[in-house]
């Protein structure tokens, strides 16, 4: 006799990613790694969409972390900084600040069950040069 335990399948659910603060119709990139990881890369699995929300189907229950860049200039990689800095719109799971720099995996964990999950990722642009400011010649009458 086979017990009924062989018999099931482990559930799996789908993850669907609801992504704030697209600005253009560049792909959307999307990197999942497991909780135990110390690094974004390797991901167990990648997708990129130019629609939300972002959907990774039969995902196994567990504990993981998201990563969310837009490719603005269309390369497929996030573009960083010589500083490390994103020069493209990121985000992660959890929405952690990027005050201190780019979270670990760890700083973005969720938990992923057996139905389907939702999770919203906030993307932070990255700031914009301050251009200088021209002196302003003085008008005739000012001193």
Request: aromatic share 4%; with cysteine.
């Amino acid at each position: 006799m086979v017990p009924l335990l062989a018999c099931q399948s482990i559930q799996a659910g789908d993850l669907l990613t609801e992504v704030e603060g697209v600005q253009d119709q560049a792909n959307l990139y999307l990197a999942l790694v497991p909780a135990d990881q110390q690094d974004w890369l390797p991901s167990l699995r990648e997708l990129h969409s130019a629609e939300t929300p972002l959907r990774l189907s039969d995902l196994p229950p567990g504990r993981y972390a998201v990563q969310v860049f837009q490719d603005s200039n269309g390369n497929g990689q996030l573009d960083l900084s010589p500083r490390g800095i994103p020069q493209e719109p990121v985000g992660f799971s959890g929405n952690p600040s990027l005050f201190g720099g780019k979270p670990t995996p760890g700083d973005s964990l969720f938990e992923h069950g057996t139905t389907d999950s939702v999770i919203s990722v906030r993307l932070i642009h990255p700031r914009k040069k301050k251009e200088p400011v021209a002196p302003v010649a003085p008008h005739n009458g000012d001193r």
